[in-house]
């Protein structure tokens, strides 16, 4: 597998030739090319095996480049983030590869917001590794290590924000079954969920790093989760990512509550107390909007990537944000993807309703999603396609800001098509009120690619 580079940072399997993987050299170019320019950076890691040794290396190199380091060791990719505000910081580097299996790890790079990478920074770090331009210090020059726990002042953090209902969590005395796919999830959410004042079923609790089922929280990985929230009438199921960023619920009967609706739900009770613009990306349920729309505030879109959601909620003023992936960036506690807050939002939320999870979610309008791809014969094949779509679709309401999308007013549906950034590849996702529409339009474009390749 290739090393993946990009403006957040670096990805790549543990194992393998300089090139091909995440090596050791490759940690230390990225770090040091990281560290140019700044004195004071957080480190935190998920339970993947390699974590450790990740660690080790990312923090003695940036010794060797004159950084204080603030260790905050086992810590969540929300909890990283908001350490590097809190300690003032200059940037932050987590070691996590998210929902990839436990052979990959990466370095995700923050600024100094404890927000990702802009653009222009990003492609900063990537010119400094690949010219090798170190400022590696003189031995009475070299920085330091400390050491800190930010968990409890992240769930601190969470209890205090004023929409998070503490009294009406405790007394609706929820059982939730509780998945952290034995990483750092397993640390961190068993304790906010007894704060709160929630009974909580964990399994695959131990971050042991060796990950009970695929790490992805997709329905077809949460079988297990399911049949034990129905084996133990719990109110709630929960299951986040390695690196608890993304957050997907189950409902009491077993059902997925949806990826999707996760946002959805969550804006919904933010909408219901703060008034604002939400946004999410271009390629979320058009669910969020409908939401947005029926509490009187203005939806936006953006490009795909934490990045550019959170640069167009900070643009917007946005209330709530976030990604159709289980993502939900609340403002108020940072610009971030955090499934803490969105775990003690969408319990007040339940709390408020009096109602099951599954009562809760048929409140919210209903779409369907069709995923499909198209394979390319060449890199120049794409841009034959997205020409040929815009065509076809032009007196349709077309965007391109991130691939082209076609949105459909006339009966809620829309199409985006995007290129993969690691496989020769176009994304075709289509939402429908009506699932077999959805399918119908997704099988209309890939007839129209059929024809071009």
Known sequence: MTLIKSISGIRGTIGGAVGDALTPLDIVKFTAAFARGR?????????????PMVDGIVCNTLVACGVEVINIGMATTPTTELAVTGEKADGGIIITASHNPTQWNALKLLG???EFLTDAQGKEVLAAAAKEDFDFKEVL?????????YTQIHIDAVKADSLVDLAAIKAAHFKVVLDP????????????LEQLGVEC????????????????????NLVGLSQTVVANNADLGISVDPDVDRLALIC??????????????????????????????????RAL???????????????????????????VGAVIGGEGNGGVIYPALHHGRDALIGVALFLSHLAHKKMTASALR??????????????????????KVFAAVKKKYAHEKLTTIDGVRVDFEADKSWVILRKSNTEPIIRVYAEAPVEVVSQAIAEEILDIANEIL
């Open 201 to 220: 079923i964990t399994i695959n609790g131990e971050p042991t790093g060796h990950f009970a089922h695929n790490p992805e929280p997709l329905p077809a």
């Open 39 to 51: 004195k004071r950076v957080v480190v935190g890691r998920d339970a993947r095996i390699s974590g």
């Open 252 to 285: 009491e009967n077993g059902e997925p509550f949806g990826e999707e609706y996760t946002l959805v739900a969550v804006a919904d009770y933010v909408l219901e107390s703060k008034k604002g613009p939400t946004v999410s990306n271009i390629s979320s349920s």
């Open 362 to 383: 048929a409140t919210l309008p209903d779409y369907y999603i069709s995923k499909n791809r198209i394979d390319l014969p060449n890199a120049a094949a794409a841009d």
């Open 112 to 114: 100094s917001n404890g």
């Open 181 to 192: 796919v034995n990483s750092v999830g397993g640390v961190v959410m068993p304790r906010l």
């Open 141 to 149: 020059e070299l920085g330091s290590i400390s050491y800190k726990d």
């Open 289 to 315: 909007r409908d939401v947005t729309e029926a509490h009187g505030c203005t939806y936006y879109f953006s490009a795909v990537g934490e990045v550019n959601v959170t640069t167009k909620m900070h643009e």
